[in-house]
């Protein structure tokens, strides 16, 4: 095999994992046309856990989230008060079927889904730093939207 042949291979192999290594969800990032809307907000020791939605699923026809149905969220976990930041990942969101609670799906890290209850209770997400997390109301900026 000729060096350039060699290389050719080098470069399509590393632009292969390269495609591997980017996440499912970058396509479904927001364009800079979209804002999304904290529609949760949880807070643990020394952290807060919000969710986040699309405004095209908040302020859908009948009031957003229709029951049973799933949508592509983000999550975030602010670590700030332990001087580790503030990530912000993707989460499916889903309504249950009789609209009285909602699980999150922290499918990037692999952890079990999180089901909150629609009006707010303690629940637990991750081991390390989301347990315990007081939520309160889902859609709480405005929990009578589309009724």
Not at 95 to 123: C, E, F, W
């Amino acid at each position: 095999m000729s060096n350039r042949t060699g290389r050719t291979a080098t470069a399509g192999f590393a632009a292969a994992i390269a495609l591997f290594l980017v996440p499912a969800s970058a396509a479904t990032l927001p364009d800079d046309r979209t804002w999304l809307v904290r529609m949760i907000s949880c807070k643990g020791n020394g952290v807060l856990m919000e969710v986040y939605l699309p405004q095209s699923v908040v302020f859908a026809p009948h009031g957003g989230m229709a029951a049973g149905k799933t949508a592509d969220g983000f999550y975030t976990l602010d670590l700030t008060e332990l001087n580790k930041g503030k990530d912000l990942e993707p989460a499916h969101v889903t309504m249950s079927a009789d609209k009285k609670s909602v699980t999150v799906d922290q499918y990037t890290r692999g952890l079990p889904p999180t089901r909150i209850p629609v009006g707010g209770g303690t629940v637990d997400f991750d081991q390390r730093f989301g347990v315990g997390a007081k939520c309160g109301a889902f859609q709480a900026q405005d929990p009578n939207y589309g009724n």
